[in-house]
């Protein structure tokens, strides 16, 4: 750990303005933003005495090796800088506000030509309509479907409803009057889309004027003695005020609002937020998140806010009013932000008496709950995964904690289709977002023991072309297909010393995310002693030694380390050999996922892949017109450029390659679909 003397910015070297300021550890990785009406005097309070600072962020500070800042003009600059800053880099000793992924949504794909309403969890997608989250899930998925009888919009995926369209027959919903169809045409697309628009109204909150306009429907087929209609319409308005009553009425019906209730104590706090929208609850979600610093509730409302109205996804979503427990300190700053996402006034205030504060409490009980739940599941996690890391470094002897496991898998048919894996395990916890892949191509392919050299080699020249020859870096390289970089000597270069703290010089230029710039404690692979000599010569070549290399066999489920004639056995029972299986199992599964892909993608080639400079679109767009790549190849470059994207050159290319093929030419392949359609 680094000593925050060493990097301590020099006495009045800090300006007194307003502005944001960021720590770096020993790789470059941002780890902390922070902002300040006066960088001086908080930068100084964290190397004051950094002894006695909290646990954590003593840990920060120890862990940092330089610290930048950037003077800005406002406190409104500050805040909209250090949101994009901790979007861009997600310091790991910030308050991280993540949503957990197991909220359902009912979400409705307004961006597709038929738009589909389904329940949805995880990452939002672009062009497509949230309500909620709702809990349990059952909720939604009854709301939906007794919503369909009003708004029989489209439920199905795209696989079923391509085969409607091809067949001409709807599923079952079609055939019970809970899909209008538009798969066979009953449906026009534009009045597909504006039923799905209604919905999207309705569950908005816009509920009365539906309710109300089915009442005078119903009224006008009692007129006209349609009873027949009458009591169908009825049914249609049972179902709608079922869906508008199961939210009870808690605030008056123009009252649109999140009320956000927070619990803390010295490490954690925990939030929860009630989505009230007409006066009636409409959603709730949670979070609970680790303190850095010695944060009061005005600061931790900040960030909560910043984070859970900062999405562009989520501009839409803000309402006219946010209730908070505590006013932060520059609640105004955050009130013209909110209202830039907006367009158009937003409140925020603290509930002082009346139905306000009563719902306050009641969201405050709810965040007591969830921070009590978190406890007890967090303690056994906990104590099961420290366990395991510190069972399986005394079982290797390997000095230096475990805070970082990488593994590697291989995967093939018979030799074809080589492709690697490699899954990263932090403090014991799968880390998706630092997953990559590999495609193994010529000699590194002819076994899986020169494949994993390939591998290993790759991704630590990687590491070390980023790290300490940043010329020679491709940030831009697809890792799928990565070609080793570095100067092919063999030896790692000197690492050199931390940049000194200073200000930022360029703040509109974000810095490239680098790949492989953090290297691990432990490497696993998925094998025996042949691999794990692999590996261990890969990265001896390379001049690492800092990184140490195990081998986990399927078999026995043995652990393999260098040089070792026999196994490391570790108990069945044991928490270690648990956590190595999991991280194993993981990259196995990573690897045949991809080999999938890529096989898939193999038995379906056509005659126009090795065109150069021809896309996907362009191929799609060559067949859709032409219908077939024997009648493309009997088409002359005045007929190719008739397709739209294909220019006098680019038609002669594809002319001339076509030609070559001749009677070779593999099966054409409908790119829609993915059937071969001639031969």
């Avoid at 004027?209 to 005078?216: A, M, S």
Wanted: glycine share 6%.
């Amino acid at each position: 750990m680094a000593d925050p003397a060493t990097y301590r910015p020099r006495a009045g070297e800090i300006p007194t303005e307003p502005g944001v300021y960021r720590f770096r550890d020993e790789h470059r990785r941002v780890i902390y933003v922070g902002k300040a009406k006066n960088l001086r005097s908080r930068l100084n309070s964290y190397f004051a005495n950094p002894r006695q600072l909290m646990a954590k962020t003593r840990a920060m500070v120890f862990t940092a090796t330089s610290v930048e800042w950037t003077v800005v003009g406002t406190e409104l600059e500050a805040l909209q800088l250090e949101y994009t800053w901790i979007k861009e880099f997600s310091p790991r000793f910030n308050i991280m506000f993540r949503d957990d992924k197991s909220y359902p949504y009912l979400a409705v794909t307004m961006g597709e030509k038929y738009p589909r309403a389904q329940v949805m969890r995880g990452d939002r997608r672009k062009d497509t309509r949230y309500f909620g989250p709702f809990y349990p899930a059952k909720a939604i998925r009854e709301t939906l479907d007794t919503l369909l009888r009003v708004f029989p919009v489209r439920t199905c995926s795209p696989g079923v409803f391509k085969r409607a369209e091809r067949t001409g027959r709807p599923c079952l919903l079609g055939y019970i009057d809970k899909c209008s169809a538009p798969c066979v045409g009953r449906i026009s697309a534009e009045d597909h889309k504006a039923l799905a628009a209604e919905l999207c109204a309705f569950m908005a909150g816009d509920s009365k004027r539906f309710i109300q306009d089915l009442e005078r429907r119903m009224k006008d087929a009692v007129a006209n003695l349609d009873y027949e209609s009458a009591a169908r319409i009825r049914d249609d308005i049972a179902a709608l005020r079922k869906v508008f009553e199961r939210n009870s009425v808690v605030l008056s019906e123009d009252t649109d609002a999140d009320i956000f209730g927070l619990v803390q104590d010295e490490l954690e706090a925990s939030v929860q937020v009630f989505h009230v929208r007409g006066g009636r609850i409409r959603g709730q979600r949670g979070w609970v998140v680790e303190k850095v610093e010695d944060t009061d509730t005005g600061q931790i409302v900040e960030h909560l806010l910043q984070q859970v109205y900062g999405e562009g996804s989520m501009s839409d979503r803000i309402p006219r009013k946010v209730l908070v427990p505590v006013l932060p300190d520059n609640a105004e700053e955050l009130q013209v932000w909110l209202r830039g996402l907006r367009g158009s006034k937003v409140k925020i205030s603290v509930p002082q008496r009346g139905d306000k504060k009563t719902l306050m409490e009641t969201v405050t009980r709810n965040a007591e709950d969830a921070m009590r739940l978190h406890k007890s599941r967090r303690a056994g996690d906990l104590t099961t995964r420290s366990a395991a890391l510190s069972e399986l470094q005394e079982a290797l002897e390997i000095p230096v904690p475990l805070l970082r496991i990488e593994c590697y898998d291989i995967s093939h048919v018979q030799g074809t289709n080589v492709v690697a894996s490699m899954v990263v395990a932090e403090d014991g916890l799968m880390k998706k977002s630092d997953y990559r892949r590999f495609s193994i191509t010529g000699e590194a392919a002819r076994d899986d023991t020169a494949s994993m050299y390939d591998v290993v080699s790759r991704r630590f020249r990687h590491y070390l072309a980023e790290n300490f020859d940043p010329a020679a870096a491709v940030p831009d390289a697809d890792p799928d297909h990565a070609v080793p970089t570095g100067d092919g000597s063999g030896q790692a270069a000197p690492i050199h010393a931390a940049q000194a703290s200073g200000p930022v010089a360029d703040t509109l230029t974000a810095a490239p995310r680098a790949k492989f710039a953090y290297p691990p404690n432990l490497v696993v692979v998925d094998g025996g002693r042949p691999q794990v000599a692999a590996a261990s010569r890969a990265l001896a070549d390379l001049g690492i030694s800092d990184v140490y290399v195990v081998g986990l066999a399927k078999r026995l489920e043995e652990v393999w380390v260098p040089d070792s004639e026999f196994p490391v056995i570790l108990p069945r029972s044991s928490e270690a050999l648990f956590l190595l299986q999991r991280i194993r199992d993981e990259a196995h599964r990573f690897a045949i996922t991809f080999h999938r892909q890529k096989r898939g993608k193999s038995m379906t080639a056509s005659a126009l892949d090795g065109i150069p400079g021809l896309g996907p679109a362009k191929q799609k767009a060559l067949i859709k017109h032409f219908g077939s790549v024997r009648k493309l190849k009997q088409a002359d470059t005045e007929a190719l450029m008739e397709v739209p994207g294909i220019g006098p050159a680019m038609a002669a290319v594809i002319h001339a390659s076509l030609a070559e093929a001749g009677a070779e030419t593999a099966p054409a392949v409908n790119m829609a679909t993915g059937e071969i359609i001639e031969s």
